[in-house]
């Protein structure tokens, strides 16, 4: 449905960029609110998210509630200018309900019961559970409709992180019903399944379960779908309490947190974005800058372009990696920022201040233990004034860049099935590595679902783009003869929707594409490496690749060991574009090698000065014909901007490591 | 029972190595089949197993059969000269069987269930499961009985390959049924399991149950009679299906595929030998060339050197493990033959054609994804020649060698049991490194169980032979008294056939013969060794071995730490022969500096001219008076293979790198 | 209760320090105890500990019982001079009470039962339990009230060593009964737990649970809380049968072998040592002999300085490790002395003669498989020998050092929570290394418990004491202001009792004292260093401290990274005192470049002569006014013992490798 509706605001006021955290003040004494209010206006929040993890309070017995607090709360919070944005509170059943009802607790594949102690302990097909969540999302929506305090309604929160993938029987109740639903007849199902193979045919769709412990591999295309289904399930859960809200408060907009954010990939958020006002996402620092960049450019895909609201990130360290460490210098600005650089209108944390107890109680927030008089609030004052001289961007899309990556989670899912030839892939690596190319290049990407119109990109990397339907295929076979230029890599087109292979060679979905035909795959041992002509060595993969056109140029061969010759990566013109192919894992450094040659013949420039390029990031936001420029530090150097011209909204041209401008 | 009966063939038809693979065409459309058998001809396959998974093909709900398809595939085959091995089909249990009855599957030591969509989810013990495989086996002997297509009966399909150890009830039933055919009385039990130990003494059979998730480590003759325990349970469900086979089929004969291959051990395949009509084995490469030899000698072992059924390998990469890489030019045609080297009259593949779906459609198979024009086809192709030209060798025993190494199951689950010495200690190793070493030294051996005729052989090698029964404590030295030469390593005749350990010094059933005695075991750490007074290390094992007998000669000292100076090798002259022990791991390099010694004094010499020993492999079956001769390049680069006369069956005198030659 | 009453001996007999085993007389014939009883008269055995595993024997049938082979040991001992420690046999229970009654087994978080196969398959919560044991205990005593052989109870053995953690439904019926006792009110409980957090907000006990497996991180104060109850409820058992035998035997002393050794750590045992007349404990060389020494000064610690009675370490190898070596030339001896050193009065061994069978066959013994002609069994005499020249030692308390080491339960389970800043934090180690430290420094200490009377310790260490509730902060401050000099490590004094932080900065409860403010952890990830600017190079950790006293002296300072300049370790003068703080891990080599100052300050000097520091360990008991020294050799090498004087009751002043000197 996505309306591209923004935060509520008070008629005639200017939209800006919206700052703020979770605020969970049932964890704390009266008397502490009042500070709170005060050191958030200091800081310029002008938006919480409130009652998250507040069911048990709200509602401390199944037939008793509490709103008190929470009126206060959020009277208090308007009196002083800060939206809330108000969550539904049903991330966590309280313990009075998992006591009367132990049916709702999800079970492992392993048939172990996941018990309450931590949060999220529901399965997403439990009509209890969906029962008692929707009486409190109808109990809400009612009490707080008329109150203009609300500017969004918080569907739930980072729906899935824990309990995406329940064996329950009610899950398998659900996942034939889904199963139906997509299949219609069991023989079709027993098609796509290959269930002709270990005597896996089914006579009805009732002898079907989830993918619980067995022997071997499971059946693939039944692993892939238990993804999809799950994925559905939560999505499933998003709307009916959307429904709800929808019907009681037609006019506040109902948004939910996603994850896109390192390995997280339950939820094919790409699908899910059709469901919500606006995008939201949560994203934790785990494996450097460029995949931070790389999410919110994802997050940005995935909303469709339209700005998107950043619910969580962290201040400094966070708590559940097994080795926690504070941001350095800079880092806290820099992070919101290139959130905002790649499309966030609203900079958020987990959370406004710091727990005392509980197993959060080591995540940093904008408040620390040490109060106010801390570094990191002073950083978190210091953002809060730059925010307001951002507010031109507010509203504007994130412009369009002259490359696409492709991102699938369909692909994700299939690809990194086991039984396959190297259980070392990692779909999301190969599209991260060819982000940070880009970057070292000094060309933006943009990173797209597979159903985003491409017309207009002179370029698209589809990495691993392993699960092909028909209809991708035809489609981005129409863009490549209508001038685009495609890279595929290594392990794309090899199977269809259903994980069945694409036969005659691979890569069958592509193969009379790219001009070429592999009859094998060859993946390397841990630690090993093939070398190319030109000077770099992939690791990973690799393929004996046969020239099947005679039109196929060999841009880079192998060198070594039995592929000695072969064709490492091909260029082919096929009707007004061509057809790249990249056989093996070069990763972010060997792409610089293939990369030049590639945006060259596709016609893509730096628009970064040379000295700049790598070394700084940029990013582009389109405020009506204003092109407003983000320049990011990637190193921990200070840079000059030599060359960047315009008014300097933040920063200067002296960049300090890990720093940022932004030219309007 | 096992008749030493082979492939029933049409009269007066000459015995040959017999080519094919499984063969699965319920995962293709009709038409698909006359290509196969196109292909099958024209690759000189003649004999194929087929209906292994089709189960739910053959019985899609409980009261509904379906033997169409298979009449047809089976006459199809027929018709154009392709014997079928017909599966028994009870493999994998259809889902409405385990939807019908969930009391069929199997659990594990943890309780947990292990559920359908992988395959082979059946308990051995289930009475349910039994009935209803049996109806199955029944209704296919009875419909094909009089086939003259049907070459051979393939019961199951490498049975235990994943169920062999459930911990269900059913299991406990059956165990304690089968503990009291072995003990007679619970005393019996009590003493054999040592529960005097830890208040473990039990009153009746009927406390016992299958060693099931426990704290500290479970009683070790618990753990080595369940090990026994679930061999037989196999074994048992094997002789149920072949009764009914011989009981409607008296003349096909009845096989079904072992899996003597890397570390699998959950089957006494010695023991089990004796119940089938020729021993079949599946074969994939884990470890390298040498493994797949000794595997292959192994087999032959427990086929008591009659000619064995290579039921399943492959033609290049598997899909099972981390990292699958496809097979190097040569290999194909060099794995098979060396599996004929030592005594196949079959080389079978799985599969035919490569799957478009399913778990192992990244398993490679006679013809690709790619189809017949591609490398592995045409390799497929030049093999079905070659065979053809070893056709003498059909029927012929492998020929005896002068050294025998030992190799026994009780052993290997005894010795790995938990709490002991070291748990890095790996039984199967020690008999591989000393297989390696003697074909560096060009001296071919033989792979026996521990109950073979020994007499004849020079040399007989126990490696960890840690359970030694009286019995077979008594005929080893019967052994050497009379002639032999008998060499036993560290952690050998230790225990008895109950893991009670001979008392008074170690190794305690061979202290009096070797003419030592050791106080305690050293094990190594992790990385660290142990010089040897003959310039090689030791590592893993050490020992202050003591000499007890004026008569023992030390071939080799220990050199470092609280060691030096002390015994590491050893070697007594008993009656006619001799008796040497080997204190420590060598690995195979190490025990080329003992070897010469042991060969030489045992009066084993090389049967290959000095420049093959150790770059050639050499095995040799016997054809009535024919000695045929198998030479296979062990190494990456070409060998000339000077000073081998005789004619010519397969390749020259100039092999290629993994190249084979056979002279007969 | 801890009456410090000592094991019974005849009147008249003058106390000594006794020696034995466990002795397991069961696993033998009749025939072989003739033969134990004269060894263990030519080693110098005067006590063993008889029947822990005996339930199945004594009770064979719920309505059977065997006592007369019981009798007959405890006679024969008895007659040869050899005093009975009689177990209570209730360490593992037999068979058949398993069958009748499976709801006495144990589960895991997961759910999983655990069945017997091992030991100690019992809840510490279940009644059905409580009343079969309760029962032998009643039996037992009743029978053996009036033996003159029976010198001392040994209830159960090792209590908690498997099943300290146990989550069926009875133990969460007693997690609750023992929240209520110490909350009162669930409101309390919802405040000390912080369940404000993830909607955990409890309705009623009734709704608790033990932290089974849950999602993400289980609530930590629940899981210190289960911590806690857990070691109670093993404490709780220990009373139950402590109890029947104070009524039934008066006169007889009651111990039960604490595990107060590497990482075990489920039980509190500073709290147990008030349970029980003296304390025993068993210890096995994982980490070398420090940590050994550590260990027996800690077991001192907890039996607050009385003597104490090792009830199990091992003459050689165990069985229990991934790889056992056995102890080299002279460790036999010199582990034993060690733990006599530290307070030990009896020196006891697992155990008499080495099984022939189960699964603690390979765990060495006083009699090994080899029998008396054994290099063990002549060491086992000597150190006979060797005891009966320490009995002037005997009764002696262990002589106060000058500096002590702060161990304490509740912080080892409260640092190593998960959600911390980083889960490489090992609690114990720390402490272990400042106990290295001071040994290299040839100082003396004491490890103590937290509730111990600091006053005369000139240096009180507390490494990583992280939680500390109001009162110990304030006794820490008091000890400092009168004269005491307090060392605090970095994760020390951060939460309260309930895991609560400590608000306004680290280290919260010592911030006041120490004169600084750290607003952030910095852990550094594995394999990072940190320069200080003395030289040496922290871990695992590191903090930007600022100081907030003006007398605050910086030590050492930071040379590297983003701390470079700042405070590593600070020294502030308070009161008659100084409270110091070291802010990163410098292992024992590190800490040695910081302790001469601290020591030197705290008027600290070494006892030993400058050229015997690091290389021998002192250890003094003081029998009357006589200071009885232990001069242990730490190297691998020669010790000339010069200066050091007296009468050499063992050994003399030439220290042969690892070898020991008593003078006194």
């Known amino acids: 449905m996505q309306n591209h509706r923004w935060l509520r605001t008070p008629h005639g006021t200017p939209r800006r960029i919206s700052y703020g955290a979770d605020y969970n003040p049932e964890q704390w004494p009266r008397e502490v609110w009042d500070e709170d209010i005060r050191l958030m206006k200091q800081a310029g929040v002008d938006v919480v998210s409130v009652a998250i993890f507040s069911w048990a309070a709200l ?34 059943p309280p313990p009075w309900l998992t006591t009367a009802h132990p049916e709702v607790l999800p079970q492992t594949a392993d048939g172990a019961t996941v018990w309450p102690g931590g949060r999220q302990h529901w399965r997403p097909t439990s009509p209890v559970f969906r029962r008692h969540a929707l009486a409190l999302v109808e109990k809400l929506a009612a009490r707080y409709a008329d109150h203009p305090g609300i500017v969004a309604w918080h569907v739930s929160n980072e729906l899935g ?25 069991i023989d079709r199902l027993n098609h796509a399944w290959g269930t002709a193979f270990w005597s896996q045919r089914y006579g009805s769709f009732d002898e079907i379960r989830p993918p619980r412990r067995s022997y071997a591999f499971p059946n693939p295309t039944q692993q892939l779908d ?22 009681i408060t037609p006019d506040i907009p109902v948004t939910t947190n996603f994850m896109i954010m390192g390995e997280t990939r339950h939820a094919d958020y790409a699908d899910w974005a059709h469901e919500i006002d606006f995008v939201s996402n949560d994203h934790y620092v785990t494996e450097g800058r460029d995949e931070l960049a790389f999410s919110a450019a994802l997050t940005s895909g995935v909303a469709r372009h339209r700005p998107w609201f950043l619910m969580e990130h962290s201040t400094s360290a966070v708590n559940w990696q097994p080795i926690n460490r504070p941001k350095r210098t800079n880092e806290l600005v820099r992070d919101s920022l290139t959130h905002v650089a790649h499309g966030a209108d609203a900079v ?68 990194e099935l086991d039984s396959h030839p190297t ?21 933006r990407a943009d990173v797209l679902p597979t159903d985003a119109d491409l017309s207009g990109y002179r370029l698209v990397i589809a990495p691993v783009l392993y699960a092909v339907p028909q209809g991708l295929r035809a489609r981005l076979e129409d863009y ?46 841990d630690g090993e490496t093939i070398g190319l002509s030109i000077g770099v060595r992939g690791d990973l993969w690799s393929e004996p690749v046969d020239l099947v056109a005679d039109d196929v140029e060999v841009l880079a061969a192998y060198t070594d060991d039995d592929l000695a010759g072969g064709p490492a990566v091909t260029w082919r013109p096929v009707g007004a574009g061509a057809a790249a192919y990249v056989s093996t894992r070069l990763g972010a450094d060997g792409l610089g090698a293939v990369l030049p040659t590639l945006l060259e013949r596709a016609g893509v420039a730096s628009e970064l000065p040379e000295p700049l390029r790598g070394t700084v990031e940029l990013a582009v936001r389109r405020a009506g014909d204003r092109r407003i420029r983000f320049l990011i530090n990637r190193t921990d150097d200070a840079v000059r901007l030599d060359g960047i011209e315009g008014e300097y909204l933040v920063g200067g041209p002296d960049l300090p490591p890990r720093g940022v401008a932004v030219v309007g």
């Open 226 to 247: 238990f993804a999809r289904f799950s994925s559905d399930a939560l999505k499933d859960h998003l709307i009916a309490e959307r429904e709800i809200l929808n019907r």
């Open 161 to 185: 992180c824990h309990n995406a993938y329940d064996y329950s029987d009610d899950a398998a109740r659900a996942f034939r019903a889904w199963l139906q639903a997509r299949y219609g007849t």
């Open 59 to 92: 509602q401390p017995a199944e037939d008793r509630w509490d709103f008190a607090w929470l009126d206060e709360v959020i009277d208090l919070l308007h009196a002083n200018g800060i939206g809330v944005d108000l969550a539904t509170a049903t991330a966590s």
């Open 423 to 443: 259980d070392r892939l990692r779909y999301r690596r190969e599209a991260l590595d060819w982000w940070t190319a880009l970057l070292n290049a000094g060309v």
């Open 348 to 415: 958020c944390y987990f959370q406004w201040r710091q727990s005392a107890a509980g197993a959060e109680k080591y995540h940093s927030s904008m408040v620390p233990h040490g109060g106010e008089d801390t570094r990191v609030y002073r950083e978190v004052e210091r953002l809060g004034g730059l925010l307001r001289r951002l507010d031109p961007v507010a509203g504007s899309d994130r412009d369009r860049s002259p490359v696409a990556i492709l991102f699938d989670w369909d692909s994700w899912w299939a690809s």
């Open 480 to 525: 490549v003869r209508g001038g685009g230029h495609l890279v595929a890599t290594y392990f794309s087109g090899i199977v269809d929707e259903d994980d069945r292979v694409w036969l005659g060679g691979y890569p069958g979905a592509f193969r009379e594409l790219l001009g070429i035909r592999v009859e094998e795959f060859r993946p390397l041992w």
